[in-house]
């Protein structure tokens, strides 16, 4: 059967946009109280009901994901040098850049696509300071190998969880674990409020800090403790959160179908590679990823994203190019094509599908029948 292109784009994101007449209402409750930014009631309730909704110790909001990250590289007074994935977003390494500390690129995992947790010990120098791990496309890092080292070498642990809203291992949220874990709330994720993130942490004393970067350092009218910078969330941000998050329940049920059904389509095709399954990870269901073996395949990763723009449908090549590719990290020792062989090849394979509420089974199985009609 001759595969027919979608009549309207099918793209790898949308939106979860709460009804117009909620957003109105709460608009509205926003107004009458006066009160804009710099931690009203929204920025409250939202705040207690995602430490409850992740299921973590302590919990700080920002306005997006990087200005997070960038803060609690400063919170844990880290310096020199971090050991990370070059397969992220640029948020990650940039983050490490903005506080003046050098990214050390380390391979990352055959089948998680994470950081490898062997690799890292042989890039420890009396430089380093933490390792910057991420959670790509919500599967958790190897967290326990990763403790184990830094507890070693006493270097502190970031997670990067911009992909893992929702995760759970062994029933615990993925923001309990290491010293701070970032979320990244932004509209493409799955839970967003517009522009937003947050800061998960289990040492109370990290809390008066991070929250006096986040408002410039500011202690009081007349004092300022820290060079601190602006990563407030305002109410309307929280406002949004709050109507989306009244969403996730619904939206999870609706990505975990859609997620099924192409695991069901896909799983076994030679050349196309899924994520494994682990039964004690609860999975956020932000993005399906595939990996194409252009050999077995017959066709590669980069045609495959081509040929599927004719049929209406946008995937996109995450991660690629890898960070460690650019302009700005290119020179860096650790950065050699060489010293990450897993991650060059990865970063030729993988390609993600679209996956948001707006889409049918129907839909994905269409999709599914395109990628299979590529193969040769
Ligand atoms: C892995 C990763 N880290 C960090 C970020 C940055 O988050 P934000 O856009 O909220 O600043 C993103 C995405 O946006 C991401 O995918």
């Given at each position: 059967m001759t595969n027919i292109p979608f009549k309207k784009p099918i793209y790898i994101t949308k939106p979860l946009l709460p009804d117009l007449k909620n957003v109105n209402?709460?608009?509205?409750?926003?107004?009458?109280?006066?009160?804009?930014?710099?931690?009203?009631?929204?920025?409250?309730?939202?705040?207690?009901?995602?430490?409850?909704?992740?299921?973590?110790?302590?919990?700080?909001?920002?306005?997006?994901?990087?200005?997070?990250?960038?803060?609690?590289?400063?919170?844990?007074?880290?310096?020199?040098?971090?050991?990370?994935?070059?397969?992220?977003?640029?948020?990650?390494?940039?983050?490490?850049?903005?506080?003046?500390?050098?990214?050390?690129?380390?391979?990352?995992?055959?089948?998680?696509?994470?950081?490898?947790?062997?690799?890292?010990?042989?890039?420890?120098?009396?430089?380093?300071?933490?390792?910057?791990?991420?959670?790509?496309?919500?599967?958790?890092?190897?967290?326990?190998?990763?403790?184990?080292?830094?507890?070693?070498?006493?270097?502190?642990?970031?997670?990067?969880?911009?992909?893992?809203?929702?995760?759970?291992?062994?029933?615990?949220?993925?923001?309990?674990?290491?010293?701070?874990?970032?979320?990244?709330?932004?509209?493409?994720?799955?839970?967003?409020?517009?522009?937003?993130?947050?800061?998960?942490?289990?040492?109370?004393?990290?809390?008066?800090?991070?929250?006096?970067?986040?408002?410039?350092?500011?202690?009081?009218?007349?004092?300022?403790?820290?060079?601190?910078?602006?990563?407030?969330?305002?109410?309307?941000?929280a406002g949004i959160g709050l109507l989306v998050l009244n969403m996730m329940k619904k939206a999870k049920k609706t990505r975990k179908s859609l997620y099924e059904t192409y695991e069901k389509h896909l799983k076994n095709i030679n050349g196309i590679k899924l994520l494994q399954n682990k039964v004690n990870v609860k999975k956020s269901y932000q993005y399906f990823a595939v990996r194409i073996n252009e050999e077995e395949f017959g066709t590669s990763r980069d045609k495959v994203y081509k040929q599927f723009k004719k049929y209406n449908v946008f995937t996109r090549k995450y991660f690629h190019p890898l960070c460690s590719e650019y302009q700005c990290y290119k020179h860096l020792q650790s950065a050699k094509i060489t010293n990450l062989p897993v991650a060059q090849k990865i970063g030729k394979e993988v390609l993600c599908m679209p996956m948001h509420e707006g889409l049918s089974k129907k839909d994905i199985e269409n999709i599914c029948n395109i990628l299979k009609s590529f193969k040769k």
């Amino acid at each position: 059967m001759t595969n027919i292109p979608f009549k309207k784009p099918i793209y790898i994101t949308k939106p979860l946009l709460p009804d117009l007449k909620n957003v109105n209402e709460k608009l509205k409750e926003i107004w009458d109280s006066g009160w804009l930014t710099n931690f009203g009631a929204q920025h409250a309730l939202l705040e207690k009901k995602l430490k409850k909704y992740l299921n973590v110790q302590h919990i700080s909001l920002f306005n997006n994901g990087t200005n997070a990250l960038m803060i609690a590289i400063k919170a844990l007074n880290l310096t020199g040098e971090v050991i990370t994935t070059p397969f992220t977003f640029p948020a990650t390494p940039n983050s490490l850049t903005w506080n003046n500390i050098t990214p050390v690129f380390c391979d990352i995992d055959d089948k998680t696509m994470n950081i490898d947790a062997d690799k890292i010990e042989k890039l420890i120098t009396p430089k380093t300071s933490a390792i910057l791990a991420v959670h790509v496309f919500g599967t958790p890092c190897n967290i326990e190998k990763i403790q184990k080292i830094a507890n070693k070498h006493k270097l502190k642990v970031i997670y990067d969880a911009a992909h893992a809203f929702g995760t759970k291992i062994n029933g615990k949220g993925i923001g309990s674990f290491g010293d701070i874990t970032m979320f990244s709330f932004h509209a493409t994720k799955l839970f967003h409020t517009i522009e937003g993130g947050a800061l998960t942490f289990n040492d109370k004393n990290l809390k008066e800090k991070i929250n006096l970067l986040r408002n410039f350092g500011i202690k009081n009218e007349e004092t300022v403790l820290a060079p601190g910078i602006n990563g407030k969330m305002n109410e309307i941000q929280a406002g949004i959160g709050l109507l989306v998050l009244n969403m996730m329940k619904k939206a999870k049920k609706t990505r975990k179908s859609l997620y099924e059904t192409y695991e069901k389509h896909l799983k076994n095709i030679n050349g196309i590679k899924l994520l494994q399954n682990k039964v004690n990870v609860k999975k956020s269901y932000q993005y399906f990823a595939v990996r194409i073996n252009e050999e077995e395949f017959g066709t590669s990763r980069d045609k495959v994203y081509k040929q599927f723009k004719k049929y209406n449908v946008f995937t996109r090549k995450y991660f690629h190019p890898l960070c460690s590719e650019y302009q700005c990290y290119k020179h860096l020792q650790s950065a050699k094509i060489t010293n990450l062989p897993v991650a060059q090849k990865i970063g030729k394979e993988v390609l993600c599908m679209p996956m948001h509420e707006g889409l049918s089974k129907k839909d994905i199985e269409n999709i599914c029948n395109i990628l299979k009609s590529f193969k040769k």
